[in-house]
Nanobody, 111 residues
């Protein structure tokens, strides 16, 4: 009955922007800490950002100042706004809540 579904990925030019969504069912995202992670080809899964139940955020140094996490509690959805994208941001992006993970959405940054 628990599901996390990421969406919003795609192909974008370097310097461009994308906004990812993570829609939750069976859990209330505002009751715990939501995390965003990514995994690039040939690399281990990397922590990107967190959003706590109190609304506090934190970001990996690699994305700080470029990425922003937000939450729409009415929609039970969290977002990852990604700006100033570069090819090193290319990865499958996952959302996480407790032991639950979404299926991932592909982000490709290429000219």
């Amino acid at each position: 009955q628990v599901a996390l579904v990421e969406s919003g990925g795609g192909l974008v030019q370097p310097g461009g922007s994308l906004k990812l969504s993570c829609a939750a069912s069976g859990i209330i995202l505002s009751r715990g800490t939501m995390g965003w992670y990514r995994q690039a080809p040939g690399k281990q899964r990397e922590w990107v950002a967190i959003l706590t139940s109190a609304g506090a955020t934190n970001y990996a140094d690699s994305v700080k100042g470029r990425f922003t996490v937000s939450r729409d509690s009415a929609k039970n959805t969290v977002y990852l706004q990604m700006n100033s994208l570069n090819p090193s941001d290319t990865a499958v992006y996952f959302c996480n809540f407790a032991q639950f993970w979404g299926q991932g959405t592909q982000v490709t940054v290429s000219s």
